[in-house]
């Protein structure tokens, strides 16, 4: 009875591209699980501080978007920005400093224009001095990905976060 009604799907058809998550969700899901892995720096001045120390130690730079007419933190977004450029820091630019707040939760900052997401943490008996990314997660990866995909311009995309 409800065989005519199956339409036959080749496997072909399903590229990697579509079985990925919207980025917004991937950041969701970096986001909570390098918190709970205390991989976070949240704030603007403490990104800045912890990168002055550790320029090599973060993945992915989150900003969310100034509000108008604070020209002062917007330098320092440029110029943090900047940095992480040459410091091959992936930059991400989300939509609002609420919605970050919302998928964190129960942090204590009041400040969540920026947000660094430090690399996971590697064997520390290892003597390879480069990241192994293969212990990255899913993502992770696809973050990097999105990134590498949007390296170079000028503009960074804004990406809408999810609202829950």
């Not at 917004?24 to 949240?42: D, F, H, N, P, S």
Request: aromatic fraction near 8%; glycine fraction near 4%; charged fraction near 25%.
């Amino acid at each position: 009875m409800y065989k005519d009604s199956v339409v036959p799907v080749k496997m072909e058809t399903f590229s990697g591209v579509a079985a990925k998550c919207p980025i917004g969700q991937c950041i969701k899901t970096v986001l909570r699980r390098a918190y709970v892995e205390q991989r976070l720096t949240i704030g603007l001045l403490p990104a800045i501080q912890y990168l002055s120390k550790h320029s090599d130690g973060a993945l992915f730079c989150l900003t969310a978007e100034a509000a108008p007419g604070d020209s002062a933190t917007h330098m320092q977004e440029v110029l943090l920005q900047a940095f992480c450029t040459e410091n091959d820091i992936y930059v991400i630019k989300v939509d609002s400093q609420e919605k970050l707040k919302k998928l964190l939760g129960r942090c204590t900052s009041s400040d969540y224009s920026c947000i660094l997401v430090h690399y996971p943490y590697a064997d520390p008996f290892t003597d390879s001095q480069e990241m192994d990314l293969s212990i990255l997660t899913e993502s992770e990866r696809d973050l990097v990905e999105h990134c590498e995909e949007n390296w170079g311009y000028s503009q960074l995309p804004v990406i809408k976060l999810p609202e829950k």
